[in-house]
């Protein structure tokens, strides 16, 4: 059920937008019309990817673009085609809004400043902002519609007078399929398709601080969505500043979740955008686009830098599967381990490491900490025979126990070279068995690294290593 807070402020907002309704159309079908103002850079799709990966571009120059209304009252060749402070009800909707402390509170940069020029820019934006959005959105052949109105007008009512601001944090998740429309994984966390409004609106989100890759950015059909976050509502910049920002989103949680992917499907993923999806409300509409915020981040194997794009086959995720992943991601969430908040760390870094080097000792470094109780002595040969005993407990696992110790004897020789700079270290970095064909450590150590933590999520008493000592490697002598 729509419900207006400010009765007075819909009235008067409702009257001006009837008259910029009125005066548009009038205009488009009485003038001599040679050019209509259009978006610049509009995003479009492309033609996929071979792969089914979505690809976008941007339009500035086609008849395509849609028609933005807003500039009807924007400068021209000298004058605006429609002076806005001439529709009905402007200049008494001016002086409520400028006399109104939630506007204030709002709009002016400095609350107690005089700043009444970028205020006044303001006021207006949000007259262009419902024009625009009415014009999109709905018939402009019919007759002016007030609970139509409301529909989009409630959304900029709920920004300036709600104390808390709702939104929804989408994450999109990168070179990875689903055979699925969406997922409850509960009731905060859910798999989403984007739509094409959303993936079209994610486009025009920038940071230029960070060098992300934009065909990248744009390799995904589905996202990450946790629900039910909120803030305080301080002024329109102080908002677009907050949810520009990294560190406000719950990257805690996003990393979990992405981790519990490559943990149970052992998939190369990440992200590279945070989104802020407003729930119930908006600062300002864009033509059809969705109000979101958001910044971009460089949370995906540097990989995906190099063309990965054109990879013919893109992993596919199955419905069965990922409600298994959304399991494991609600068994850590419900249970955090020091242990393996440390392991699931590492575990990220391993996958977003330009440096194999690094990345060998990051996962050294979490094998180190899910299997050692704390002792030094012996703790290459201790920690080869626990994974030797762990491992197989995994269905993905088709080595013996001998062939485990020895390979992870061998990576942590590799690790060992590493860091006490043998300068012979790289002698070591390809794990070779007879008959078989050299993989490199590194791609062993993580494949190791995230079935152990696998096991351990199910296995939870295994976190503590004299438990693996106990119950696995003594059994073979009862």
Not at 62 to 76: G, L, M, N, T
Not at 228 to 240: C, D, L, P, R
Not at 266 to 281: A, F, K, M, N, V
Request: include cysteine; proline fraction near 5%.
């Amino acid at each position: 059920m729509l419900l207006v807070k400010n009765e007075e402020l819909c009235n008067l907002l409702y009257t001006v937008t009837y008259s910029a309704f009125e005066k548009i159309n009038s205009y488009m079908r009485n003038e001599k019309i040679y050019y209509l103002p259009r978006y610049y850079k509009w995003p479009k799709r492309s033609l996929n990817f071979n792969n089914g990966l979505p690809s976008f571009s941007e339009d500035s120059y086609s008849e395509e673009r849609p028609v933005k209304y807003k500039d009807f009252f924007a400068r021209w060749q000298g004058n605006p085609r429609i002076e806005i402070t001439d529709l009905n009800g402007y200049k008494e909707y001016e002086k409520y809004a400028m006399e109104n402390q939630y506007f204030k509170e709002k709009y002016l940069l400095t609350p107690n400043g005089e700043d009444n020029s970028l205020f006044s820019i303001s006021i207006k934006s949000i007259v262009e902002s419902l024009v625009e959005r009415y014009f999109h959105m709905y018939d402009c052949n019919e007759n002016f519609d007030f609970d139509k109105f409301k529909k989009i007008y409630i959304p900029i009512e709920n920004s300036i007078f709600n104390e808390i601001l709702h939104i929804e944090i989408v994450v999109p998740l990168l070179f990875v399929k689903f055979d699925f429309e969406s997922l409850e994984i509960d009731e905060n966390t859910y798999i989403e398709q984007m739509d094409e409004v959303m993936q079209l609106s994610r486009t025009r989100i920038s940071n230029y601080a960070v060098p992300v890759n934009e065909t990248v950015i744009n390799a995904t059909t589905h996202a990450l969505v946790l629900k039910n976050y909120s803030f305080k509502n301080t002024s329109k910049w102080g908002v677009s500043e907050l949810l520009s920002q990294k560190n406000a989103y719950p990257l805690d949680i996003i990393d979990t979740f992405i981790n519990c992917l490559r943990i149970s499907l052992g998939l190369e993923t990440g992200y590279g955008q945070l989104i802020s999806r407003p729930y119930d409300w908006c600062n300002s509409y864009d033509a059809n686009l969705r109000p979101i915020y958001g910044t971009l981040i460089r949370a995906f194997p540097s990989k995906f830098d190099r063309f990965y794009w054109l990879n013919t086959e893109i992993p596919t995720v199955t419905i069965e599967q990922m409600q298994s992943v959304g399991d494991m991601f609600l068994k850590i969430q419900k249970e955090p381990n020091p242990k393996m908040i440390i392991a699931t760390q590492r575990l990220k870094y391993c996958y977003l490491r330009d440096n194999e080097q690094d990345a060998i000792i990051d996962a050294m470094i979490a094998l180190e900490t899910l299997l050692s109780d704390g002792e030094k002595s012996e703790l290459n040969h201790k920690l080869a025979l626990r994974m030797a005993a762990l491992l197989p407990l995994s269905k993905e696992v088709t080595q013996t126990p001998i062939e485990i110790f020895t390979t992870v004897k061998k990576i942590y020789d590799y690790r060992s070279a590493i860091v006490h700079g043998n300068p012979k270290a790289n002698n070591k970095r390809e794990i070779k068995f007879e008959g078989v064909e050299p993989i490199p450590a590194v791609e062993r150590a993580i494949e190791y690294l995230r079935l152990a933590i696998s096991i351990m999520i199910e296995n939870p008493q295994y976190l503590k290593a004299n438990k693996i000592d106990e119950e696995l490697l003594l059994k073979s002598f009862q």
